[in-house]
């Protein structure tokens, strides 16, 4: 009677070497320590952050900048079309299989997903976010708040695929340490325009925005090139 060889364990449907299994498991370990690691560093300079606009801001001022913030946190939440599970579900069996073409053109069309997201999101907050920040707040810095962190986010729907052809590849500190040095460049903006005297909302979503659109640059670049 056929048995697995000892140093293969079975599956419902393929065999996994042994020491596939433990380059596995150490590479689980390195990023959830990685991970961790990270998450720690971001939520203390993010809490840093919060503190720092709450004690300098008016209190209108702050109330606008998490408006503004939380408007395309909701957005977000309704345009996610699942890119991540996409190229995880085909992109690693194209890779094993060498077939290249049909790899890029599952990139391809995971940036026109992302595209086309983006001009949802742009339409949106151009087309009715005057709208609403005169009906509902009655004020229109809300609005131009809205518009100085458009870009951002319009740039940042890409960094998605280039997050996840990372992970796949295996290069997981490149995907957590940009968000904490991003967040660390927006601290450090925001304690200059503290220090001399000239913080207000604009100056504050203009430093959160920077330092998003730093990670998700570097992460896209840094996926294209590695």
Not at 83 to 90: A, G, H
Not at 132 to 140: M, N, P
Not at 144 to 173: H, N, W
């Amino acid at each position: 009677m056929w048995a697995p060889h000892r140093d293969l364990i079975f599956s419902d449907h393929y065999f996994v070497s042994l020491p596939k299994l433990e380059h596995w498991k150490k590479q689980v370990l390195s990023n959830s320590a990685m991970g961790l690691g990270a998450s720690f560093i971001l939520v203390f300079l993010s809490l840093f952050r919060v503190v720092i606009l709450g004690r300098e801001l008016e209190i209108e001022e702050y109330g606008d900048v998490i408006i503004a913030l939380n408007f395309f946190q909701i957005i977000l939440l309704f345009l996610r079309p699942g890119i991540s599970d996409l190229l995880y579900r085909f992109l690693s069996d194209s890779e094993q299989k060498k077939s290249n073409e049909f790899a890029s053109s599952l990139i391809t069309f995971s940036l026109y997903l992302s595209l086309a997201c983006a001009f949802v999101i742009g339409g949106l907050i151009l087309g009715i976010g005057k709208w609403l920040a005169a009906s509902f707040y009655e004020t229109r810095e809300i609005y131009v708040l809205l518009v100085v962190l458009l870009p951002v986010y319009l740039i940042d729907q890409f960094s998605e695929s280039g997050s996840t052809l990372l992970r796949i590849r295996d290069k997981f500190a490149f995907v957590v340490f940009p968000p904490v040095l991003g967040t660390f460049l927006s601290l450090c903006w925001i304690w200059h325009a503290k220090s001399s005297g000239t913080l207000n909302a604009y100056h504050a979503v203009m430093a959160i925005g920077a330092g998003q659109l730093f990670a998700s640059v570097f992460i896209q670049f840094t996926a294209i090139l590695i």
